[in-house]
């Protein structure tokens, strides 16, 4: 599943990663980031994107409820797993877990 770009930093690893942006539908960026269910500016959109291509691990949890909302629990998984900052992960398997429909 990995290849080496993703497991080196040195060799561009945040540039090989799948960024949310690049495999959300709008409207699914728009249930992620919107807080009043309108689409974003072409500026929010931009630093939103800068934001994620800075932070992995907020990508990784942006990519794990894209993959909930979708259905997929084993891309659920493989994100999380792969964030590295413990509070993050947990804050976000918790998000996960509170958001599932009872």
């Not at 690049?22 to 992620?32: F, G, L, S, W, Y």
């Amino acid at each position: 599943m990995f290849n080496l770009i993703d497991c080196c930093p040195v060799l561009g690893y945040f540039r090989a990663m799948t960024n949310f942006f690049d495999i959300a539908t709008p409207e699914e960026v728009i249930e992620q980031f919107s807080l009043d269910d309108e689409p974003l500016s072409p500026e929010a959109l931009a630093a939103e994107r800068r934001a994620l291509e800075k932070d992995s691990d907020l990508n990784l949890s942006c990519l794990a409820f894209l993959s909930a909302n979708r259905g997929d629990e084993q891309a659920v998984h493989q994100y999380l797993e792969q964030i590295k900052n413990d509070e993050r992960r947990l804050e976000t398997s918790m998000l996960l877990f509170e958001c599932q429909p009872a």
